[in-house]
């Protein structure tokens, strides 16, 4: 079984930071894929940013490139997601999610674990 808690959301106003962190536990991660969602208020839950837990290559949704980085600490078991330069239109839970293999990263029904989510809300 894997655990994924995340934290580090709040409420921050345009322009600002947050860093989000997920702390997986459970089982073996150096061949899975960790991936940050969101879903805001009536919408559904889409794709943010992706990283490989072995080589540390990244993809990211093109609403939040620049803008936003993935990184992980292996020994930590952690993975980040460093969100500057912040938009109202980023308020969504944030969910940290895991998947196996590297392909269909955008599909939220491709993952296998998730975690409970943070709230961000970002204020204009």
């Known amino acids: 079984q894997v655990q994924l808690v995340e934290s580090g959301g709040g409420l921050v106003q345009a322009g600002g930071s947050l860093r989000l962190s997920c702390a997986a536990s459970?089982?073996?991660?150096?061949?899975?894929?960790m991936a940050w969602f969101r879903q805001a208020p009536g919408k559904k839950r889409e794709f943010v940013a992706a990283i490989s837990w072995s080589d540390g290559s990244t993809v990211y949704a093109d609403s939040v490139k620049g803008r936003f980085t993935i990184s992980r600490d292996n020994a930590k078991n952690t993975v980040y997601l460093q969100m500057n330069s912040l938009k109202p239109e980023d308020t969504a839970v944030y969910y940290c999610?895991?998947?196996?293999?590297?392909?269909?990263?955008?599909?939220?029904?491709?993952?296998?674990?998730w975690g409970q989510g943070t709230q961000v809300t970002v204020s204009s």
């Open positions: 999610a895991q998947k196996l293999h590297p392909s269909n990263l955008y599909y939220t029904s491709e993952y296998d674990y």
């Open positions: 459970g089982r073996t991660f150096s061949r899975y894929v």
